[in-house]
T-cell receptor, first 115, second 116 residues
Framework: EAQVTQNPRYLITVTGKKLTVTCSQNMNHEYMSWYRQDPGLGLRQIYYSMNVEVTDKGDVPEGYKVSRKEKRNFPLILESPSPNQTSLYFC??????????????FGQGTRLTVV | QQQVKQSPQSLIVQKGGISIINCAYENTAFDYFPWYQQFPGKGPALLIAIRPDVSEKKEGRFTISFNKSAKQFSLHIMDSQPGDSATYFCAAHKRDYGGSQGNLIFGKGTKLSVKP
């Protein structure tokens, strides 16, 4: 079954404590991305990766890091989380349009609360 | 600046009725228009998508109508069912002429409730 798997699903942490949200896909997609979803703001892209060792900033990258050492994995790293990073996070993978890449599959989401 | 405007925010439809969700955009650099369906506690799932050189695309009960001159596109759900109750997001892929990626801009979502 094609899927994007995120872990953990729920996480409560304290300000400043480094955390990593893992993401793995089994579709051999070159393209992966991270989004956050906030009420009234919709889905906003944090980072994306077009292939192994190729990552770039999305619309809201501040406070986040990513890495892409393997094609299937794309972890999201919060070096020093702050309360304004409390949100619902989604990892996605997708395919090429010819004019860029687009998201086809999203993970189940990680609800992060920073206190 | 909101580049993709979606309406309505919420929609209630009777079972068997037609659900219509509208989106409008301004940027002519958009080259791909997908719709996503999201159930509570789940991630968005790609439902149906259209390119701007096509005016309509149908997949089962779901149809996208695209009006390039008006810069509008809409999702029609025919014979709406309670199982269609979800939040629907339109999106538009903005081509990056300077590179090869571009990015996906989402509308803010429409919460659809289909009453039995």
């Amino acid at each position: 079954e094609a899927q994007v798997t995120q872990n953990p699903r729920y996480l409560i942490t304290v300000t400043g404590k480094k955390l990593t949200v893992t993401c793995s896909q089994n579709m051999n997609h070159e393209y992966m991305s991270w989004y956050r979803q906030d009420p009234g703001l919709g889905l906003r892209q944090i980072y994306y990766s077009m292939n192994v060792e190729v990552t770039d900033k999305g619309d809201v990258p501040e406070g986040y890091k990513v890495s892409r050492k393997e094609k299937r994995n794309f972890p999201l790293i919060l070096e020093s989380p702050s309360p304004n990073q409390t949100s619902l996070y989604f990892c996605a993978s997708g395919f090429s349009l010819g004019t860029g890449n687009t998201e086809a599959f999203f993970g189940q989401g990680t609800r992060l609360t920073v206190v | 600046q909101q580049q993709v405007k979606q309406s309505p925010q919420s929609l209630i439809v009777q079972k068997g009725g037609i659900s219509i969700i509208n989106c409008a955009y301004e940027n002519t650099a958009f080259d791909y228009f997908p719709w996503y369906q999201q159930f509570p506690g789940k991630g968005p799932a790609l439902l149906i998508a259209i390119r701007p050189d096509v005016s309509e695309k149908k997949e089962g009960r779901f149809t996208i109508s695209f009006n390039k001159s008006a810069k509008q596109f809409s999702l029609h759900i025919m014979d709406s069912q309670p199982g269609d109750s979800a939040t629907y997001f339109c999106a538009a892929h903005k081509r990056d002429y300077g590179g090869s990626q571009g990015n996906l801009i989402f509308g803010k979502g429409t919460k659809l409730s289909v009453k039995p």
